[in-house]
């Protein structure tokens, strides 16, 4: 199983899109700063995932979650996140 995730940087109020096959650990990595994307901008909270049977396609969604539509596509499902 693969995962496409999106956090949340408390630092900055911005989005990091990525994509792992062992998301438990991978947010570990992000939390202990040992990601270089994310490590300025820490503390940061999971807000989002997604799982895919391939790595292909996971891939493929990671790209387009990180276009102008996709922005588009996350902003549409986050807006009852930061309402309440």
Sequence with gaps: MWYVYVHLSETDKKFYTGCTHDLRERLKLHQAGKVESTKR?????????EACLDQRDAFKREKYLKTTYGHRYLKN????????
């Design 41 to 49: 901008r820490l503390p940061v909270s999971l807000i989002y995932y």
């Design 77 to 84: 499902r986050f807006r009852h996140y930061f309402t309440g």
